[in-house]
């Protein structure tokens, strides 16, 4: 892929959301590693204005640990340069109308200019507040997708979801899209406007109430919470990336939509070296409080399988379904599930004897220097 990868992308234009993400950092690592003749990257980045984008870029993504390799390969003055001229960080928020992009000369420029759009920008906290899961993974999807329909030479749009919007269901899932309406406990009918009005209504109440911010925030995941259930969702993120994709496909039209859906995404297997992780995602936390010494035990089925996925897998997938549909065009939504657990998978007792056999060899210590056992 990776020849292939670097011929493709050249003097490209792509514009990617959510870009001080986990995941897009190491997609745009990957980018200017392998590619650095693209034509230019436009980062969407949440921030005051453009140079404070610019600013969160440099020292949440470029000056990061992940930039190390590609430092190292080029030098810095080069990777300085390089980014300068081919990194254009945009203040923006997809929740937002025309995504936030206030500028109209430079939409208009981004209009014509822009060939390839990767939408990777989600909250993705489980149980988020029922109107800002909503406002960024579902409205989020239609501002993104209402952006890419008035680009001249965009062709596909890739969307970032997740494969959790199958719900709890059991066996091999297949690649299906969703149908605007469909739900997973199949006895509800899901109505997006219905659930916008049915947050403004709650909204309504808890001001009659006279609601603080905490009441306010923990009534607004309450109903998150309760509105996926009655619909067959887990929790909220996954509810609300399954409207997203509801949306995209309901309002495609003659747009190329791709859908990625990985697993639980992991530390970097292989690039740009292996281990790479930033802050306490989902698994991280169970290993931190078992090398702390704090978990001692954990319920579940041993054999039970844990579907993890390197995110510098899901970042090859991104990559390989962007350049596999790039001229072949599709009616249907395409989905790709990015996971582990048919061809390799890992049980809960695998990782349980990994963990040990790690904290073993290398035992943490506690505060007064004793080793955690």
Request: hydrophobic share 40%; proline share 3%.
């Amino acid at each position: 892929m990776e020849s292939r990868t670097i011929e493709q992308f050249q003097g490209k234009t792509i514009l990617i959301t959510g870009a001080t993400g986990f995941l897009a950092k190491i997609l745009v690592e990957k980018i200017l590693r392998v590619q650095p003749n693209v034509k230019k990257l436009y980062l969407l980045i949440r921030a005051s204005n453009n140079n404070s984008a610019r600013q969160r870029f440099t020292n949440e993504v470029v000056m990061s640990g992940l930039f190390n390799v590609t430092r190292e390969k080029m030098g810095t003055i080069y990777l300085s340069s390089l980014v300068e001229d081919k990194v254009l960080p945009i203040s923006g928020d997809i929740s937002k109308k025309n995504m936030g992009i206030k500028n109209s000369q430079l939409r208009e420029h981004m209009f014509k200019e822009i060939d390839i759009i990767i939408n990777s920008a989600a909250t993705t906290n489980f149980d988020e507040r029922y109107d800002i899961a909503m406002n960024i993974n579902v409205i989020g999807a239609k501002n993104v997708l209402k952006f890419a329909k008035s680009c001249k030479k965009v062709k596909t749009l890739l969307h970032v979801s997740t494969a959790y919007v199958c719900g709890k269901t059991t066996g091999i899932l297949s690649e299906k899209s969703f149908v605007m309406g469909e739900t997973l406990n199949k006895n509800s009918y899901l109505d997006m406007d219905k659930e916008r009005s049915i947050i403004a209504s709650k909204f309504k109440e808890l001001r009659a109430q006279n609601a603080t911010p905490k009441e306010l925030t923990i009534a607004m995941k309450e109903l998150g919470l309760q509105r996926a259930s009655l619909h067959g969702w887990q929790n909220t993120y996954a509810f609300t990336k399954a409207m997203g994709e509801v949306v995209l496909g309901h309002l495609k039209e003659n747009l190329q939509i791709v859908i990625i859906r990985p697993t639980v995404i992991t530390s970097t297997y292989k690039e740009p070296f292996p281990g790479w992780i930033e802050g306490v995602k989902t698994v991280d936390s169970f290993i931190l409080a078992y090398g702390k010494g704090v978990l001692n035990f954990y319920y579940g089925d041993p054999n039970s399988k844990f579907d993890a996925i390197p995110g510098d897998m899901v970042v090859n997938t991104i990559l390989a379904a962007v350049l596999a549909h790039e001229n072949q065009y599709s009616e249907e939504v395409v989905i790709y599930h990015s996971s582990s657990s048919l061809n390799n998978p890992l049980k809960l007792s695998d990782l349980m004897l990994y963990t040990f056999h790690y904290f073993t060899k290398n035992p943490w210590g506690n505060k007064d220097g004793k080793t955690i056992k």
